[in-house]
């Protein structure tokens, strides 16, 4: 028995696995490729050239894999990549990639996009991150693993958000956010460590405990930039936390909030 509902339209140059799920009126074109166990709801619509992964959840009234809103696009065959296990809700929208950039917007696994939230070209987002309803990403951003982003957060182009960092409703970003950080505002402002969302996921004590003297290196000591990471890095030792906190700041292309 068929999986794709009778009034759904599935281009020919689609490609299906056999335990794909389609809702009635949904419509998937050419060039899509999307894997066993994934669920396509009523009037979705999915574009290709897009790959999605296995065991997906896309909801009704979805936009997935338009061309990009950027009027340098010229109609280049560019790309989205899914992975497994996503969670799509309502009127949300993903635009796939540019040639401006490497071409694909791609998305890792586990991760939640609550309703109405816009994934713009070229983004970049890994694995367990939640954006609360309608946030939004302008083209290019990174996302990094286990990041929050509170409902209506708009995050400007290019910025990179950290492992483990969390946003606040209505957060507005145009400054990188190291992992591990709170922030809130507009503009946004960082406010402590990220301290229950870290224990949640299994983050010891000790590990916690430095992560707040990294933060207080980069926000509380009165350092610059650049000798609050040497601060940190001489504090690492074989933490990892605080390596990746250190690599974060050094590395920010646009600056990190502060």
């Known amino acids: 028995m068929s999986l794709i509902d009778s009034r759904a339209v599935v281009d020919p140059g689609a490609e299906l696995d056999d335990a794909v799920e389609v809702g009635p009126f949904a419509v998937i074109g050419k060039d899509v490729c999307i894997g066993s166990g994934t669920r396509i709801g009523p009037h979705a619509v999915i574009k290709g050239p897009t790959r999605i992964g296995r065991d997906n959840r896309i909801f009704q009234f979805s936009s997935v894999g338009e061309d990009p809103q950027d009027k340098k696009y010229a109609g280049e065959p560019t790309r989205l990549e899914m992975g497994d296990r ?19 917007t ?9 309703a ?6 070229d983004c970049q987002i890994g694995d367990h991150v939640i954006m609360a309803n309608a946030a939004s990403l302008g083209g290019h951003v990174r996302i990094h693993d286990w990041a929050i982003l509170g409902g209506f957060t708009i995050v400007h182009q290019f910025c990179h958000i950290g492992a483990h960092s969390f946003c606040a409703m209505g957060t507005v970003l145009t400054m990188d956010v190291p992992p591990y950080v709170t922030v809130a505002g507009h503009p946004a402002k960082p406010s402590g460590i990220n301290a ?22 980069l926000y509380k000591s009165q350092m610059k930039l650049g000798d609050a990471v040497q601060a940190i890095r001489a504090l690492a030792g074989h933490s990892s936390e605080l390596g990746l ?14």
């Open 106 to 114: 791609r998305i890792g696994n586990d991760n939640l996009f609550m």
């Open 116 to 121: 109405y939230i816009h994934v713009a070209h």
């Open 196 to 217: 229950e969302g870290l224990r949640r996921r299994g983050i010891g004590t000790e590990a916690i405990q430095d992560i707040k003297r990294g933060y207080k290196l």
């Open 245 to 258: 906190l250190a690599d974060f700041a050094a590395n920010s292309a646009r600056g990190i909030v502060r």
């Open 86 to 104: 996503n969670v799509v809700r309502e009127y949300v929208t993903i635009h796939r990639g540019t040639v401006q950039d490497v071409g694909t």
